[in-house]
């Protein structure tokens, strides 16, 4: 199901379900190939040399380059699909140490509905995309998560390693850092006039 | 979920003022908000002044000048609200309206009769029996069914919670064609900031949404899992 963006109504916050592909009120490149064509065919009608135009396009040879007139950047189409996955189990996860083949981390059980850290792992760096074992620094965030996928009719086990790039400290969260901070110093001293607040 | 859905995602959608170009994915990269595997693994669609759209390893970003949706299409779904939130806290003054968090479901049953009876207990079928049923025979069914919980306050849409907006849970038999018997459901946990000025710009936004995403997301499954529920009768 395509989405119309020029139809949509102003205040829809619904999104468009899933496995919707680029919609069709974007299709620009469709335009501009059609305006290309029919510039070209018009050149040709009346002699215009098109050498001075071909350059690097990707259109093939002997195609004027006029894409760049609408400042559009035309890339190849990569297929990507979406296998069905089942999941089994989700943690979050906070690095403590990292060591030569392994990181070792305290999780928080989401499956379970848990809130704090319950349990301790040692995860090997094999488990995370090369690209992310830079990200690996003690105090960083992740979910780590077990489950089954199907692709192309064959069921496999997999688990996956997700680091997050968690957001800013935002004000509310500030603000309650500081009452959890007051409650305590007011159990340990008895008066929580003395702090200084943090933010 | 005690049924494993089919398709499962996440999305956030925006609805305001932007400026599409900026969301490309170099700048994600130098805020650090697509970095490593994400970023590497970016498949672009189209980056042009009135829309920027690409894919993730996980899922869809889009942006155009009045919408801007980032679509998390594989666990763990939070990514979409960590995406959604830094971009927001690195755009405190963009002019945001409404907001919608979306939980997306396609789950299969067992057969025509387990999803009919998902459909014939939340719309019973006694009253539209001339326009569903033919030789007693069945004819149709529900195509679509829409619950919202909303009040009305100051003339706006609110929901319990005291914000202005909306819950809407939709419900309707799946037309993914790999989910055999499928069913769709979808939750959107809308807010509507118009006609408060201090309350719309990106950095209120991002704290709302980062307030509220665990609640939506627990809340939205609760629906999904009670439909589940309906369907496979335990």
Redesign the interface.
Known sequence: ?ELD?NN?P??????????ST??RG?R??FNVSRVNKRRYEGDQNRGVSTAQTEGNSQDGPGQPNLVQD????Q?P??D?R?S????LQ?WEGQVQEVGTFNFSARLVDLTAGETSETEEVDLPFDDV????R??LIPGAVF?W?V?YRYIDGQKERFT?I???????W????ILSANKEADQRYEQLFGVSSGRAAAG | MRIPPQVSGCSIVALGHFNPLIFRPDWLQDKEIVVGSDFDGIAIDIIHPDIVQFRLPWGLLQVDRDRFSITAMQEPLVRACDLFVKCFQYLPETPIMAVGMNREVHFPTQDEMQRDRVGNTLAPTQFWRDLVESEGRKAGGLRTLTMEQSLIKEGRRARVDGAFGWIQVKIEPSVNSSVPFGIYVHVNDHFDLTGSSKNSNGKIVAELVAAKWDATVRAAEGWVDRVMELASGT
């Open positions: 199901m963006i949509r102003a205040v829809e916050t619904s999104a468009s379900k899933l496995g680029v919609p974007a620009t490149l609408f400042q559009v950047v890339l189409r990569i990507r979406v069905r996955e089942i999941k989700e995309a090369e690209s992310d830079a990200l979910r998560i489950g996956r997700a680091i997050r790039r968690l957001p800013m935002t004000d509310q969260e």
